[in-house]
């Protein structure tokens, strides 16, 4: 097994530099502008690596987990050509959607009632936007998703309920990234491929674990990026801002803008913050329910304050 991982990691390593190449000819650059975090061209897309892991796992699994690969394939070609062109969003919309739906095939929940298959989607769609709403400073989506990712490894090793190379592989890609994005130049960012296949990945897996554990707690598994992603949107509505625009009101931009904490620190804080959780998680997703949703509340509860009273400082200072 150590040689299969050792190869994958080799031939991901490989495909990153022959990307990096490619992309540099094509002019695949993300320019910086007033609501970026960085201030220089940096090469986009390089979340691919995230989705040829999977292709790479798929194939060698003998096609195992098809409606996931073609939900995952789906969203990275259209926030691929995203990353290229700036797709409309009612085409990236309609992509979500039927992403959201194949999903729903692999879980098993076709056959749920028709209110849930209404309901679901759009929590589905909505947590793609929220994963891909942080991914926004070097180190930021890749450290954090090594977290997650090592998480639901931890709990699949004893457990059994995926194929433990899709998130090996997965996990070796985000190795492969790092290596290039964790940095105080970045080589090259996930850009909107990256994040949306990280996204499709971990919501099937924290769907998957859920389901097959009776556990809830799993939830809290991204409940970082969660906190701070949903009420930033919130908070925006409440100031009656149009979502969909750019701009630099998350609390991890205002670590970097107002505390000027450098992007690695951010990133490194973040995915602190989610490995205490993850091991919160570790011994308590056998508990009762009683027990599990005593802790999902005290930690959205706890976490919740601590932005708002974030939040405020900063309001202050910048007034």
């Given at each position: 097994m150590?040689?299969?991982?050792?190869?994958?990691?080799?031939?991901?390593?490989?495909?990153?530099?022959?990307?990096?190449?490619?992309?540099?000819?094509?002019?695949?650059?993300?320019?910086?502008?007033?609501?970026?975090s960085h201030v220089?061209?940096?090469?986009?897309?390089?979340?691919?690596?995230?989705?040829l892991a999977i292709v790479i796992f798929y194939i060698t699994s003998n096609f195992e987990y098809t409606?996931?690969?073609?939900?995952?394939?789906?969203?990275?070609?259209?926030?691929?050509?995203?990353?290229?062109?700036?797709?409309?969003?009612?085409?990236?919309?309609?992509?979500?959607?039927?992403?959201?739906?194949?999903?729903?095939?692999?879980?098993?929940?076709?056959?749920s009632p028709f209110w849930l298959l209404i309901l679901i989607p759009i929590v589905i769609v909505g947590f793609f936007n929220l994963y891909n709403f942080m991914d926004g400073l070097n180190g930021m989506t890749g450290l954090y998703s090594i977290i997650v990712l090592s998480g639901f490894l931890w709990i699949n090793i004893k457990e059994e309920i995926v194929a433990n190379n899709l998130i090996v592989f997965v996990l070796l890609s985000l190795v492969v990234f790092g290596f290039l994005n964790f940095r105080k130049k970045a080589k090259w960012f996930a850009g909107d491929i990256g994040s949306m296949t990280l996204a499709t990945l971990i919501f099937f897996l924290g769907a998957k674990f859920m389901i097959a554990l009776n556990a809830p707690i799993i939830i809290l598994i991204i409940v970082i990026y969660g906190i701070d992603a949903s009420f930033t949107i919130f908070l925006r509505m409440s100031r009656k801002e149009k979502i969909s625009e750019?701009?630099?009101?998350?609390?991890?931009?205002?670590?970097?803008?107002?505390?000027?904490?450098?992007?690695?620190?951010?990133?490194?804080?973040?995915?602190?913050?989610?490995?205490?959780?993850?091991?919160v998680i570790l011994y308590t997703y056998k508990t009762s329910w009683t027990i599990q949703f005593s802790l999902i509340a005290f930690t959205i509860g706890?976490?919740?304050?601590?932005?708002?009273?974030?939040?405020?400082?900063?309001?202050?200072?910048?007034?």
């Open positions: 150590l040689l299969t991982y050792t190869i994958v990691f080799i031939i991901l390593f490989v495909l990153a530099f022959i990307y990096l190449k490619v992309a540099d000819h094509f002019n695949i650059i993300d320019k910086p502008n007033q609501r970026s220089e061209p940096t090469i986009r897309g390089g979340g691919i690596i995230f989705y409606p996931f690969f073609l939900a995952v394939s789906l969203i990275a070609a259209v926030s691929f050509i995203d990353d290229l062109i700036m797709l409309s969003p009612k085409i990236r919309l309609i992509a979500h959607f039927s992403t959201a739906f194949l999903l729903i095939w692999q879980l098993g929940l076709l056959t750019a701009h630099r009101h998350h609390l991890y931009q205002k670590f970097v803008d107002v505390s000027k904490w450098s992007h690695l620190k951010v990133s490194s804080f973040y995915a602190i913050l989610q490995l205490l959780i993850v091991i706890t976490l919740g304050a601590a932005y708002f009273l974030a939040i405020s400082y900063y309001k202050r200072i910048e007034h």
